[in-house]
């Protein structure tokens, strides 16, 4: 079995096409995610799927039931991921980003468009492989500025095969470079690639 981790998902996943059985969303998928090819669909993935906001979370669980994936193909974790164990600040969510925003209705400020200022614990990325059900072979990050404290912390034992990254330089000055610093000193290649997000970095073995 073939395993990917993806933190912060939102309210929906980029790689939920590799638990999908319709090939046409497969090819979709594979053409599409993070503009390029790195990524392969075949019938064996399992997927890990990280979000601590709780609107964005029920939205997540309601998207992949619509789109019918099958419970044991998957499992959602509530903690944030960072260098070290602690309570964490969630960043407010706009109204306009949820679907369905009832859902979060008890969440937002009083005449406001964002949810309230929310907290969270976290557990470290060392802590999430160790709880994986199978070996981790696919990393997906987009965690808003703690990419860089989270895997300068990480034993890299094991290493997974490839990790992407979307990184927040505008945050945490730097990001990028601390990044490339810490994969090389792995032995991982980066490749760089774009979708209409930006730019992601990914690490290889």
């Not at 981790?136 to 989270?150: F, K, M, P």
């Not at 095969?161 to 990044?179: N, S």
Request: glycine share 6%; aromatic share 10%.
């Amino acid at each position: 079995m073939k395993t990917f981790i993806e933190f912060g998902t939102g309210r929906r996943s980029d790689l939920e096409w590799l638990l999908l059985e319709d090939w046409k969303t497969q090819a979709r998928g594979q053409e599409a995610v993070l503009g390029n090819r790195l990524v392969t669909y075949t019938n064996d993935w399992y997927g890990i799927l990280v979000e601590p906001h709780p609107a964005s979370l029920v939205e997540l669980l309601d998207h992949m039931q619509y789109l019918g994936i099958s419970l044991d193909r998957y499992q959602v974790f509530s903690e944030a991921i960072t260098g070290t164990p602690r309570e964490v600040s969630l960043h407010p969510v706009e109204r306009d980003h949820f679907k369905q925003p009832d859902h979060a209705a008890t969440l937002f400020n009083e005449n406001s468009k964002q949810t309230q200022s929310l907290k969270s614990f976290s557990i470290t990325l060392d802590r999430l492989l160790n709880i994986c059900p199978y070996p981790v072979d696919l990393i997906r990050v987009d965690c808003e500025g703690a990419e860089l404290e989270i895997f300068e912390n990480f034993s890299f034992d094991p290493k997974p095969r490839h990790i992407i990254i979307e990184p927040h330089d505008w945050i945490v000055k730097g990001t990028t470079e601390g990044l490339i610093s810490i994969f090389s000193e792995q032995g991982y290649t980066l490749q760089k690639t774009k979708d209409d997000a930006g730019v992601y970095l990914n690490f290889l073995l």
